[in-house]
């Protein structure tokens, strides 16, 4: 079993280009960020990872969009994580000075193979107020096994549902480690469960003992040889 923790970092994939790409290792020092244009608009809308996409406005969670975090390599092929608890972990801030907003956060899960998304679930945050500090959200939901095929990756996006705001907003800042190779802990970062490999170790060699129920024979050695 193997626990897996993705991180974003500042550049994009070659398959889904308006999506963040994804590292296993931290040692990011500092964060940049891709800024949504929501204005005074609600409804519900994707905070784009590495493309601005438009406000969506929507009355709930739309199909997805290509603009979030795709971790495009070939690891979880074949693989299966057990049921249990999912995070992924925002950090998010208001460009404008002195706005708040009130949202409701969601993430939706997919495998992604050959321009096909597959709805995995959705990891849930509510009540939640974004402001000009920036601060860190964990969404979270406990989610049933799921396997990946040949050609499935990993995939997922950050959707908001703007409730109200104070002042004038103009953009939410969805911030990720500005390196392009080493992630930051709490910043763009996806915590999943452990996998299983396709491989398993042998289970450990028992000592021989007595066998239930049998006595154990030694024979006796006469006593002149």
Not at 124 to 151: E, H, P, R, Y
Request: some cysteine; proline content about 4%.
């Amino acid at each position: 079993m193997t626990a897996l923790t993705l991180y974003g970092v500042a550049t994009n994939n070659t398959t889904l280009t308006g999506s963040l790409k994804l590292v296993t290792v931290t040692g990011g020092a500092g964060t940049t960020f891709e800024a949504t244009v929501v204005g005074t608009n609600g409804g519900y809308g994707v905070l784009g990872s590495w493309s601005t996409p438009a406000w969506a406005s929507g009355s709930g969670v739309g199909s997805p969009s290509g603009d979030g975090i795709f971790w495009n390599v070939t690891t979880l092929e074949g693989q299966t994580f057990p049921a249990g608890v999912w995070n992924f972990i925002a950090s998010l801030v208001e460009a404008a000075a002195g706005v708040t907003h009130s949202a409701d956060l969601y993430f939706p899960l997919y495998k992604y193979n050959a321009g096909v998304y597959t709805f995995i679930d959705t990891l849930v945050l509510t009540g939640q107020t974004i402001t000009s500090t920036a601060a860190s959200f964990t969404l979270t939901k406990s989610l049933a096994a799921v396997s990946f095929a040949t050609g499935d990756k990993l995939y997922g996006e950050l959707w908001a549902d703007l409730l109200s705001h104070t002042g004038t907003p103009t953009s939410i800042k969805n911030q990720c480690s500005s390196s392009t190779t080493l992630g930051l802990a709490s910043t763009c970062e996806l915590d999943t469960r452990r996998f299983q490999h396709r491989w398993h170790s042998q289970a450990p060699l028992q000592a021989v003992g007595r066998l239930q129920g049998q006595s154990r024979f030694l024979p006796r050695l006469p006593a002149h040889l």
